[in-house]
């Protein structure tokens, strides 16, 4: 009997503590400009649309590949969980007018930053007048071997689909990793915008960092990563 409340007790303890504080010792929080490895980018702290964030703006040329503009979050290690954070993109002043202000999340990133797993976003797919430049507004990319040509090339409209976007407007984004299945969610959406489930590089821990694509100035706020 004495046993039996002891665990009922316990379990109501439990009960009892916010809900952050049980999440609290599994999730790491935050970006600051000191805790980020620029590759062909360059990092500011700023204040968007009301938000404290870190604007990030492509310093890479123009012919640079899908691997070549990151800024890697410094003590990050994830393999499986999700991946939370609030983020916008835009096209620079001077960019080139095919650019969409491509900007996403790279995850997986091995040491030598060459292999990687990432979701980006194109906003400026997001309300195009053409429905076929719409549902290029998510894209799943692997580096190396799996850029956005390819896998459209060889598995059309398999690697990226439609998401309404503005420009410059914050987004959220929340991605779900789990071996090699990955979804991407858009704005609290409760099914995912974007579903991969072979994602192509080998199972591996890696740091999480933050990607643009060419002519992109992107801001990022809010990073919470939850193996």
């Known amino acids: 009997m004495r046993r039996i409340i002891a665990c009922t007790f316990a379990l109501a303890c439990l009960l009892l503590v916010p809900r952050g504080a049980v999440f609290a010792q599994q999730t790491s929080s935050g970006l600051s400009v000191d805790k980020l490895t620029l590759q062909n980018v360059k990092a500011d702290p700023v204040t968007y649309r009301g938000h404290a964030a870190i604007r990030i703006t492509d310093k890479g040329p123009t012919d640079l590949g899908d691997a070549g503009r990151l800024a890697i979050v410094a003590g990050s290690s994830f393999q499986d969980g999700t991946i939370d954070v609030d983020l916008s993109g835009d096209t620079a002043p001077d960019a080139n007018v095919g650019f969409r ?41 692997s580096l190396p071997g799996f850029g956005w040509e390819k896998l459209r090339n060889e598995t059309p409209g398999k690697y990226e689909s439609y998401v309404d976007l ?3 407007e914050w987004t959220h984004v929340k991605i779900q ?25 080998p199972v591996a821990k890696g740091s999480v960092a933050l990607w643009v694509g060419p002519g992109t100035i992107a801001h990022f706020a809010n990073l919470k990563v939850t193996p």
């Open 101 to 141: 202000g491509f900007v996403g999340v790279a995850f997986r990133v091995g040491a030598d930053r060459s292999h990687f797993e990432c979701f980006y976003l194109r906003p400026k797919n997001g309300r195009s007048e053409d429905q076929l430049q719409r549902n290029h507004s998510a894209q799943y990319i």
């Open 166 to 168: 503005v420009p410059g």
């Open 177 to 201: 990793v789990s071996g090699t299945h990955a979804r991407l969610y858009i704005n609290g959406s409760t099914q995912p915008v974007l579903i991969v489930n072979d994602l192509k590089q």
